[in-house]
């Protein structure tokens, strides 16, 4: 274990990042080691003990994350913090496969990054368990794609549930990828050799969902003709995946929670006990929190289901993932059967620049769509306007907002956003909130105490919601 005397070990070739994390380590008092690449990095550790090793994933001499073995043979105790530009949900397993300490996908937070350091310095590695289980490598195709900030921040999230059972609770709006989310988590997890039983509750009539959710016994109730296995039977040793968990039925509600609090089941009509082993996985694309002030979703239940949250964001706020997204959709499109084609900047562009209110599932339409029409192999932006349309976007509201100010705006916004039930006040705040913060960010270059002080909010909770919102304070710095 490293002590406090035991300098940090910094393994990253990019000199300009390098410099800036020495500075602000040795202003906490740290002394550092700094070598560019993989063969110097285990002379160092040849020589001597550190508290802890800081390594970027590409080095000029090869793959810090793959070489992390040797390190683990010279030091198997040093935790170790992994930075990495590539920011794919593939980086993300394996640094948590590598039993990293902590991941940083850059750009990351200075700030939180030396508080890692402090905890690492104090800190054992966790133990090994569980690292035989074969993970995907770079190579192979992993179910979510994209590199935006936002992104990221679930990529970071997936990893943390992946060697345990805790129940996620996946809010996002329709189309934003949910069921993938579930689907990553059960296939790089410690359930992957067992079934993911995925069921929407939402498309259930409201009198058959616990039937669908329980099983019944022949007898039951008019049609019950035979026994039948439910959802939770099904997915035994598994992964069950409920989605759209907001629609569920009181009763059904109230039978979902002593289930997931005693870890047993009962058939419809049925009078024994069945012990069930499932991690559960629930998703919605609506506010809770209105219904529970309202009566329609029990409290209790949203915090057995919500112990990792997990928030994905729309498409709108990850647009710098549209052209990679696309691409994805076109390889899918030519293995499904469709032409093959090619986008041209101008296309993606266009695409880029559309509201996509059905999110990355609107998107993958639209992409089949211009694969199956298109003429031609390569599709540009004429061709991109010819087969979808114009955006059904909503006008732009203008600065001044008409006559009516704050309120004209607003009433625009609504009008042309028409937010789901239960959602309305959340989704307002948000669309308020995120030029508020661009505005205050781009008065103080970037600087976000400068900016929290403009505001009048604290410094912590606007680093919080520029995460959330996924917006990036480096773009607002003077070039």
């Known amino acids: 274990m490293g002590h406090a005397h035991d300098p940090v070990l910094l393994v990253e070739d990019d000199i300009a990042i390098a410099t800036v994390i020495i500075a602000a380590l040795e202003d906490e008092g740290f002394a550092i080691a700094h070598c560019t690449g993989i063969a110097a990095r285990d002379k160092l550790l040849a020589k001597r003990r550190f508290a802890v090793m800081l390594t970027d994933v590409i080095l000029e001499d090869g793959d810090g994350l793959a070489s992390l073995s040797a390190v683990r043979e010279r030091a198997p105790d040093m935790p170790v913090i992994v930075l990495s530009a590539q920011n794919t949900l593939d980086t993300a397993v394996r640094a948590s496969e590598s039993d990293a300490f902590e991941y940083f996908p850059k750009p990351f937070d200075l700030d939180e990054l030396v508080h890692a350091v402090r905890q690492a310095a104090g800190a054992r590695s966790p133990s090994a368990e569980d690292t035989s289980a074969a993970i995907p490598g770079e190579g192979e195709r992993m179910p979510l794609v994209g590199r935006s900030p936002a992104m990221q921040g679930v990529y970071r999230m997936i990893t943390r549930v992946l060697r345990n059972d805790l129940t996620v609770l996946v809010t996002g709006e329709s189309g934003t990828g949910k069921e993938l989310v579930a689907e990553a988590i059960h296939e790089l997890g410690n359930r992957r050799t067992g079934p993911f039983v995925a069921v929407n509750t939402a498309a259930i009539p409201a009198d058959l969902v616990e039937s669908e959710l329980f099983g019944h016994e022949k007898g039951a109730f008019t049609g019950a003709i035979a026994q039948a296995i439910g959802k939770f039977e099904q997915a035994n040793g598994g992964t069950l995946f409920l989605d759209e968990i907001g629609d569920m039925p009181a009763e059904a509600q109230t039978r979902l929670l002593r289930a997931l609090q005693s870890g047993r089941i009962r058939r419809v009509g049925g009078r024994q006990e069945i012990a069930v082993n499932v991690r559960i996985i629930a998703a919605t694309n609506r506010d809770l929190t209105p219904m529970i002030a309202a009566g329609t979703f029990r409290e209790d239940l949203f915090y057995r289901l919500n112990v990792v949250p997990i928030v994905l964001p729309p498409l709108r706020e990850r647009r710098e993932d549209i052209a990679a997204l696309a691409q994805h959709f076109l390889v899918l499109a030519a293995e499904d059967g469709l032409p093959r084609r090619v986008l041209t900047t101008d296309a993606i562009e266009r695409l880029e620049a559309r509201s996509w209110r059905g999110n990355v599932r609107e998107l993958r339409n639209v992409v089949y769509r211009l694969a199956l029409m298109a003429r031609e192999e390569r599709i540009d ?96 710095s003077p070039s």
């Open 381 to 476: 932006a004429e061709v991109v306007c010819d087969i979808i349309g114009p955006d059904i976007a909503p006008a732009s509201v203008p600065q001044d907002a008409g006559q009516g100010g704050f309120g004209g705006a607003l009433s625009a916004w609504l009008a042309a956003e028409s937010p789901p039930p239960g959602a309305l006040y959340h989704r307002a705040l948000a669309a308020f909130e995120r030029p508020l913060i661009e505005y205050a960010l781009g008065r103080t270059g970037g600087n976000q105490l400068r900016a929290a002080q403009l505001l009048g909010i604290n410094r912590n909770t606007l680093r919080k919601r520029i995460g959330e919102l996924g917006l990036e304070p480096e773009r607002f």
